[in-house]
Structure formats: C-alpha cells, structure tokens
C-alpha cells in the first residue's frame, strides 16, 4: 500500500527553523519525483520545493535561499528543513509523488510562525 506520511509540523516563532518529514512506505522514494506543497485556508494548494530521482531540486522563490529539500535513501524519508521562518510560511505542508500517472499526497502537517 502506497503511503506518505508527514510529520515535523509545529508552533515556531518568526526566525525561526524547523524540519519536517515526508515518510514513505509501499514504494521507494529514490526513484521518483518528490514535492512539498503548501495550502491555506481558502489558497489554492501551491508547489515549494522538489528533488528528483538524481538528487536535483528546485524551489519556488518565496523560499529559495530558506528552505532545502532533501533525501534519506536508506529511510526512504524526504525532508524539508526551514530556516529563517516568516508568518506567511504558515500552511498545512504536504508531500507529494507522482506514481503510474497517479498523485499521492500525505495527510498533511500544520505549520504556524507566530510570535
């Protein structure tokens, strides 16, 4: 069973950094395309970050410079570490993989950057 889990998600101060967890278990993370979405309420759900099969990534600029994504093969995690915090950052966030034309997406983990 194909599954994404997300997890890392919490309340942080603006400046602040924090790393969430993409879990993944049916399939193996490395040979695919791996992103991390974002969503507000009433937003539509938006693409910030990505890393391919090879390692490559790439960001929305919004985040470039602050967040980096990243892979553990041997635990078939992708990460998104997120540095230099600011409240509009505060989403729901989202790992998605695309398998046999198909989208599979996470639960989601709520992040808030308040004071």
């Known amino acids: 069973q194909v599954q994404l889990v997300e997890s890392g998600g919490d309340l942080v101060q603006p400046g602040g950094s924090l790393r969430l967890s993409c879990a993944a278990s049916g399939f193996t993370l490395s040979g695919h395309y791996v992103h991390w979405y974002r969503q507000t309420p009433g937003k539509q759900r938006d693409m910030v970050a990505s890393?391919?099969?090879?390692?490559?990534?790439n960001y929305a600029d919004s985040v470039k410079g602050r967040f980096t994504i990243s892979r553990d093969n041997v635990k078939n995690t992708v990460y998104l570490q997120m540095n230099s915090l600011k409240p509009e950052d505060t989403a729901v966030y989202y790992c998605n993989v695309n398998l046999w034309n198909r989208e599979y997406w996470g639960q989601g983990t709520q992040v808030t950057v308040s004071s």
């Open positions: 890393i391919t099969y090879g390692g490559s990534t």
